[in-house]
């Protein structure tokens, strides 16, 4: 973290001597606001991964609490049953006995109200376990049917990426071999563009057949006014060293991700506030830079469609 705050002083430093004031503040204020935004999104994400991985160990903490209860209700049961049992023999015998001998008859009688006591003693703690395994099945049933709201909602919302995932698949098979592909992974879809498809070397001018598969990707969000859209620029680790406007390749990734922005503010059906347009320059690789292949695969644009969670926080917040 020490390293990153290092590097992003002296490229701010690098920066303010390349443009105006006014460019620095409105660019320092964007990253500010994009920082904030990816920190409360992975902060939302943790909390409801944590919510739901707390509320199935609650299930199985009362699942163990509720098995014991049966068992404990279960001995209590047995011990009734043999108190009872002992003391209708005694009662017969009591019976057999009364004729023969007064000394008998008080034996049995103190006997017997001893094992009455017994047995009403274990009746109310009978009741009592009864009571209590009552209370933990009811608290058992209303945290498994919270964990399934959780698991429902979290389904409905994967199925309804899926179906996102597989309509955009279909509005870019024209693309297919150009340097685009569509993932789905951890809940979110994924559309990666390499450069190729959009700009020319150095260059954040979106080209005719990129602009083309950009509007296309937008005709897809604006059925979809529910998904969260992150544009990412991406470079590979070679220097700038084009236009003099530029400070280096995070300026340029950044560049491209809000020229990808623009194109798709164009769609009327598409909600800016759903926006959001990042650039990473180099530091967030998928292939190795060693080869030209890999640095290819690097220059990319990613747009990371996220569903938006104010189903799950609202179940989360009424439990």
């Not at 008859?105 to 009552?134: D, F, M, P, T, V």
């Not at 030209?292 to 996220?306: D, S």
């Amino acid at each position: 973290m020490i390293k990153k705050s290092t590097f992003l002083v002296l490229v701010l430093v690098v920066f303010t001597s390349c443009v105006s004031p006014k460019v620095y503040k409105d660019l320092e204020a964007k990253y500010a606001d994009l920082k904030s935004e990816n920190r409360k999104l992975s902060l939302d994400n943790e909390a409801l991964l944590s919510a739901k991985t707390a509320a199935e160990n609650e299930l199985k903490q009362i699942q163990s609490a509720y098995d014991e209860a049966v068992t404990q209700r279960d001995k209590l049961q047995a011990d009734y049953n043999a108190s009872k049992a002992n003391y209708d023999n005694l009662k017969a015998s009591y019976n057999a006995l009364e004729e023969n001998s007064s000394a008998s008859i008080a034996a049995n009688s103190k006997k017997n109200r001893e094992l009455l006591a017994q047995l009403e003693a274990k009746e109310q703690a009978l009741a009592a376990e009864n009571a209590r395994l009552e209370k933990l099945k009811k608290e058992l049933e209303d945290r498994s049917n919270r964990v399934a709201e959780l698991e429902n909602v979290i389904a409905s919302k994967d199925a309804a990426m899926t179906a996102l995932k597989n309509a955009i698949s279909r509005a870019l098979t024209d693309f297919e071999g150009k340097g685009l592909t569509v993932e789905q992974r951890d809940g979110k879809v994924y559309v990666s563009m390499e450069n190729k498809l959009l700009f020319n070397s150095g260059s954040w001018a979106v080209g005719s057949e990129g602009r083309r598969a950009v509007q296309q990707l937008g005709n897809v969000l604006g059925d979809n006014p529910d998904i969260a859209v992150l544009i990412e620029g991406h470079t590979d680790n070679v220097p700038y060293q084009g236009n003099a406007q530029l400070s280096g390749n995070w300026d340029l990734s950044t560049k491209r991700a809000t020229a990808i922005v623009n194109i798709l503010r164009e769609n009327v059906s598409i909600n800016p506030e759903n926006l959001t347009a990042a650039g990473r320059g180099e530091y967030a690789p998928v292939a190795s830079n060693e080869t030209a292949e890999g640095k290819a695969k690097n220059r990319r644009i990613e747009v990371i469609l996220t569903p938006k969670l104010d189903e799950l926080s609202k179940l989360l917040n009424d439990n």
